[in-house]
């Protein structure tokens, strides 16, 4: 049961988070809430400018919501700030496609067993509640350092 | 796991009105409805009326001379009647249709803030206290805030207790003198609490204000006779009784409603129109600007006639033995916490719940796909969320239609889903 | 006394699709239904629709996330999709569901009259004008007299010349500075006139207002790109253009509906809700508070589907023809005159005219009894009555499923009422 | 044809109205306008107080209205007060009655022809604009009188 939405992959981030916990020193925190049904997530990056060298999360939600932060911890923690950018527009356009793409593991990893989930109009949002939080969060840290002065 | 329930009502006679019961859902599933507190399902009379309406009668109301403008207008303006008698109205010109709940608790509110009322007690200032609770639908409660921000009146509330009931103890503070309008809900929709409105309505006509009831989960459920009720104005909505969408009603005692400013401008809600200003019909016609919600009406018209028809009186008692066997039934279920009252006193066919570490969306979407329809979240009433340190609750809601097999399937999804997240 | 025309709509077929067409009246006289412009007749599709979706899809939207509450949010945004492409607007998130033209009209003046927006550009107050004109609906006049009692800003106005063209002379002297916003409708009601909505926007932007106009009676008859309009905000209502009563339609540009404040409050237009405030959603859903009119939205959508079916330019073009036929015709009737321009050009398909020495109101009743049925009044356009110094007037209007007959018909009515009251 | 409404009576005062144009000296006026269609009324009385000496009006208006102010003028022109008001009672009541009453000869006159105009709820305020309108003036000047200051 629950094959489309709830794929084993999710289930065990959901079960097994990682990374999760909210972490110093970092350069920008972005809180989040969904509205609708309350969900909130707190993320937090560190960054040189170049490279996320930490990013941490801490947060109450759904299984999906909660999945989708580890596993974007899993993906980005420690990439390139381009690299890290690039994936996460990429999985945007996934959970937007309606479940139209067919995800590139090589780019999104773990990320691919949400392609289910973008098929139920209600949940994208869950997905994508940390993504937003840490585009949010990862811009601002961006703007700082390039701004000269790093917090 | 049986327990018994007795119920007034043949209800395996009133599923076979209402036609999507028998739809069967992804995997085969049949529909276990357990939403009605979000929105009832509607009865094979009362989309007949419609089709009826629309390939017999249809044309505009009030301004035609010719035969189906006159049908229109009578079976608008019988609607009228219609809803006036399933409420106990004393006059027919007391009831204003508007398209939802919603519109009619703005409706008070805007025109109360307005300050075109010639009457001051019908105009919010500073100084003036506006009296709320913490177990409002948010359409009873950003009205207000909007009302506040505009007039400079001061917003002020009655708290839950633990229990889910309104904390009365500071009923003589909240409401003074100071106090110009109280507006509270008859029955939470979030909690299913009912409120003692006699009690509240009593204290604020003592100090002089008016009273507006949001009825939207009241009315669809129990006899209502506004007389009873002492209260000013009520507001409630066509599509949680059995009515279409885009219908509900704003009730207001005569005096009230001719005291109010007109609250939207436009065609059938004026007497005469000049360039340089107009003047205005009265009740109800000042509160309709154009062309009304006409089919809209004469099917919730159809859906009171319905109700009536099972008896207000049983669909009560139906609804409260269900409330009482689901009650007993999620007693039984290991990690479930009622929010709100959890004995069948005093409280309505909606009950919420959490289950222990599993968050609502999850309850929610697992007994979906066992074909079993409840509704996840804070339910347009956050503050209670907040109040009880809660994201979100499940609620499974309830009406003519439900059974006590509706009820054991939502106790055997949420064993389910606990083995699925566990 | 037969004069040709050619349509490209077959209209025998369109016929077909309309039950009400086959009602017989009182005296088994059938129905020649001539008052499209109050409102419209409606097709077998959208009735099909609203059954289906009653009895298939019905749940509440946005807020649940059972298979029925997704169906039913999937077949209201649909309409939304159906609508935005309708009228060409750029985003679908332009389209507000309102529940009729009146409301969506409202919403602008009671948001630029609230004061609460941040920009000062939409907050009207002592020093700006609102400019409409002599020949609107009394739903366009009637808030935005009310928003310049509440805000001290002035209402000034367009005339109407003898011919029942809007008077330009004055274009530049009324359309200033000081002008905030310019609200007109785009085809007169009464009159039948085609306003040069675009040579007036031009004007009003330049000096940087806003232009809402009024598209009840232009929408349901022409294809509109609201691009080519070239004005910020549109107003129309589904009733008539095939649609159900209860559903009407804002559309506004982005940049305008982002810089308005919210209109009414409650479920749905919250982001998120605390009882000390609260903040807003994007639009739409920031001007949809409560249930929003779910069935009547879906129901639009099929209307659109409908017209699109038949192709609006084919739609245009049989009024067109009817028009001047009827046109014709009425020429002929000894003691006829029409009130508005009596040449098909720039004109839609409403005519309204005089008879001599005979009131309307007789008018009218005498053609019903024949099973005509026309309009009789002020068609809630009481400033264009005012100016030509008649009490009201007669008005026959069509739409696609008007024939020649029906023009005959109401010609040979037109000479028993003279015999009658001769 | 128009059996119910347009009875022989009705247009007959409406082609040959009874009393119509405003006369002086007056003691009482109302004008009553019915906003859905223009119709328009005005209408003097003169009394001692007792009698009313002269019911004079003007108007513009459908047929039904201007019969209907034809007859007004007609029953209650020279009458007493009370008998006045008595008639004008029993008119309302016949034309809110939705055709269920059975109109009096003997008291409404020409005004019994109306009871047709009662199923048309579009035309019962024409039927009653000249007689709201009487009703005004004359419980004006009734209450002038009254007081003790007449005009
Ligand atoms: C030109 C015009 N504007 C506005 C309206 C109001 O539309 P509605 O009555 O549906 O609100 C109408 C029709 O009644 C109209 O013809
Ligand atoms: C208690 C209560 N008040 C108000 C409303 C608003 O009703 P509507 O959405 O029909 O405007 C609802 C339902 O949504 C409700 O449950």
């Given at each position: 049961m629950s094959d489309s939405l709830y794929q084993e992959i999710i289930l065990d981030h959901y079960k097994n988070p990682h990374g999760?916990?909210?972490?110093?020193?970092?350069?920008?925190?972005?809180?989040?809430?969904?509205?609708?049904?309350g969900d909130e997530i707190t993320v937090r990056v560190a960054t040189d400018g170049a490279t996320l060298n930490d990013l941490s999360y801490d947060g109450q939600g759904c299984s999906i919501s909660q999945a989708s932060a580890s596993v974007l911890y899993e993906l980005l923690n420690g990439r390139r700030i381009e690299d890290a950018f690039a994936v996460e527009k990429s999985f945007v356009?996934?959970?937007?496609?309606?479940?139209a793409i067919e995800p590139d593991e090589a780019v999104l990893g773990d990320g691919i067993a949400f392609v289910g989930v973008a098929k139920y109009p209600a949940r994208i949002k869950c997905a994508l509640l940390s993504w937003m939080a840490f585009k949010d969060a990862l811009s601002r840290a961006v703007a700082t350092t390039e701004g000269g002065s790093p917090s | 796991m049986a327990r018994e329930v007795t119920s007034p009502l043949d209800v395996d006679r009133v599923r076979k009105d209402f036609p999507i019961l028998q739809r069967r859902l992804a995997g085969?599933?049949?529909?276990?409805?357990?939403?009605?507190?979000?929105?009832?399902?509607?009865?094979?009379?009362?989309?007949?009326?419609l089709t009826e309406h629309y390939t017999r009668h249809n044309a505009n109301v009030a301004r035609a001379v010719h035969q189906l403008g006159e049908e229109a207008t009578a079976a608008y303006e019988g609607a009228r009647d219609t809803i006036a008698t399933f409420i106990g109205a004393p006059s027919r010109d007391e009831v204003i249709f508007a398209k939802n709940a919603s519109e009619a608790l703005n409706l008070v509110a805007n025109t109360l803030?307005?300050?075109?009322?010639?009457?001051?007690?019908?105009?919010?200032?500073?100084?003036?206290?506006?009296v709320i609770t913490e177990m409002e639908h948010h359409s009873n409660i950003v009205p207000w805030q909007l009302a506040?921000?505009?007039?400079?009146?001061?917003?002020?509330?009655?708290?839950?207790?633990?229990?889910?009931?309104?904390?009365?103890?500071?009923?003589?503070?909240?409401?003074?003198?100071?106090?110009?309008?109280?507006?509270?809900?008859?029955?939470?929709?979030?909690?299913?609490?009912?409120?003692?409105?006699?009690l509240i309505a009593a204290r604020a006509h003592e100090v002089g204000a008016l009273v507006?009831?949001?009825?939207?989960?009241s009315v669809p459920h129990m006899p209502i006779d506004v007389r009873e009720l002492g209260v000013d104005l009520l507001a409630f909505t066509g599509h949680k009784m059995c009515g279409p969408t885009g219908i509900g009603v704003l009730w207001g005692r005569s005096e009230v409603l001719d005291a109010l400013p007109p609250f939207l401008g436009g065609g059938e809600m004026i007497e005469t129109v000049a360039m340089e200003g107009s003047t205005f019909a009265a009740a109800p016609h000042k509160f309709e600007a154009g062309t009304p919600p006409i089919a809209q009406a004469v099917g919730l018209g159809a859906a009171a006639d319905y109700l009536s028809g099972l008896g207000m009186a049983h669909v009560n008692a139906h609804v409260e033995s269900i409330?009482?066997?689901?009650?007993?039934?999620?007693?039984?279920?290991?990690?479930?916490?009622?929010?709100?009252?959890?004995s069948p006193v005093d409280r309505g066919g909606t009950i919420s719940f959490t289950l222990d570490g599993i968050h609502p969306h999850d309850v929610g979407q697992v007994l979906d796909e066992h074909g079993v329809a409840v509704r996840v979240g804070h339910h347009c009433a956050r503050p209670v969320c907040v109040r009880y340190g809660i994201p979100a609750t499940t609620r499974a809601s309830f009406y003519v239609y439900t059974t006590t097999d509706d009820i054991d399937a939502l106790a055997d999804g949420l064993e389910r889903v606990k083995r699925f997240f566990g």
């Open positions: 999760r916990g909210l972490r110093e020193p970092f350069d920008a925190e972005a809180h989040h809430v969904n509205p609708t049904c356009e996934l959970m937007q496609s309606k479940g | 085969d599933h049949p529909l276990v409805y357990l939403d009605s507190a979000n929105t009832s399902q509607k009865p094979q009379p009362v989309l007949d009326t803030a307005s300050g075109l009322a010639d009457d001051p007690r019908y105009r919010l200032g500073p100084g003036d206290d506006i506040a921000q505009r007039t400079g009146a001061r917003l002020r509330w009655f708290g839950i207790t633990d229990e889910g009931r309104l904390d009365l103890a500071q009923l003589d503070e909240l409401i003074t003198p100071r106090t110009k309008v109280v507006s509270l809900v008859h029955q939470s929709n979030i909690l299913g609490t009912l409120n003692d409105v006699a507006l009831v949001d009825g939207a989960q409330t009482a066997y689901a009650l007993n039934m999620l007693a039984d279920v290991d990690g479930v916490t009622i929010i709100g009252p959890d």
